[in-house]
């Protein structure tokens, strides 16, 4: 009897799925994280505040001091600081949660928010939104190339697409860490990424090449951690209409022998309507998709950038 792979998994805010956990007994249910991602992936729920011991419903934490160490404090006595609680808790979970694809974080919290949680300085000025939850910036520290956003920034079809992009090459590059890592199999996997790469960071893509000309002279399961690192961080930066208009010109090269004059003409319209707004990415995507069906192309049939992440997922319909 078969059974079917294990879903990925992704961590998040328990207040995200539905939990009571908030400071006012309450949630932030999200529909997008319990409808449309809970079709393709199992969620592992955090609540930093809760688990630290912290009651529900409970006072407010809020931000304070200076933004290279802020303090999580109680909002009604400043006395009671929750600062290195929030913050080994946040090492310790990293520590242990060490197959997660990705992590979902809720915006704003002064314990998981990502970006521009309110700081509030010593010396009585206004907050500023400068600032990262405690959990998540220890968390984030101990798993740098861990993919993570917040929920909030999900909802712009853009950074979702990103988002669940690094998920999937993050869950790649773990399974082939657990198969071993070897000079090729390193090589390998940057050959199945270099259109993806190309896509989001043509930069980091050409300083990629230039490291791995020298693979042979490091260790693998040394060189492998410092490849990855610039690998996440090429596949951070969004790639933009004019980045991926470039890759699927180069995709449309291999099949210029190939295709009758005005199938190429079809297709070099439909890139350029791309490049302009006027059509999704899914449209040009779809017919170089059909030509390679009619004449395959060995190297680019294990191209990552052609199906990065489940086509049910919709992903590539909407930017």
Request: with cysteine; aromatic share 8%; charged share 25%.
């Amino acid at each position: 009897m078969s059974t079917s792979p294990p879903r990925p998994r992704l961590g998040i805010s328990a207040c995200l799925l539905g939990a009571n956990v908030r400071y006012d007994g309450g949630h932030k249910a999200s529909r997008l994280c319990l409808e449309d991602l809970a079709r393709h992936f199992d969620f592992v729920p955090l609540c930093p505040e809760v688990a630290i011991g912290l009651g529900v419903p409970r006072p407010t934490l809020r931000l304070v001091g200076e933004a290279a160490r802020p303090r999580a404090v109680d909002s009604r006595d400043a006395t009671l600081d929750h600062s290195a609680a929030l913050r080994r808790h946040g090492a310790e979970q990293a520590g242990q949660l060490d197959e997660l694809g990705g992590f979902i974080f809720m915006q704003k919290s002064p314990s998981c928010g990502l970006h521009r949680v309110k700081l509030y300085p010593d010396d009585g000025q206004p907050p500023l939104a400068i600032a990262r939850g405690l959990f998540a910036e220890a968390f984030c520290a101990a798993r740098p190339e861990l993919p993570v956003e917040e929920e909030g920034r999900l909802h712009d079809p853009r950074l979702r697409e990103n988002f669940v992009t690094r998920v999937y090459a993050h869950l790649d590059w773990l399974a082939l860490c657990r198969a071993g890592l070897t000079h090729k199999a390193i090589l390998d996997f940057h050959s199945r990424y270099k259109y993806q790469l190309l896509a989001h960071h043509p930069r980091l893509y050409a300083e990629l090449g230039r490291h791995l000309a020298d693979i042979g002279r490091h260790p693998a399961e040394h060189f492998g951690p410092l490849y990855y690192r610039t690998f996440s961080q090429a596949l951070g930066h969004c790639a933009s209409r004019g980045s991926h208009s470039n890759v699927l010109q180069h995709l449309a090269g291999y099949l210029k022998r190939a295709l009758a004059a005005d199938d190429r003409a079809e297709l070099q319209r439909l890139i350029e309507q791309y490049r302009h707004g006027d059509v999704p990415l899914v449209e040009p995507l779809a017919l170089l998709k059909h030509h390679f069906r009619r004449h395959p192309h060995p190297y680019i049939a294990r191209q990552a950038y052609l199906q990065p992440h489940p086509e049910s997922l919709g992903l590539r319909n909407a930017i």
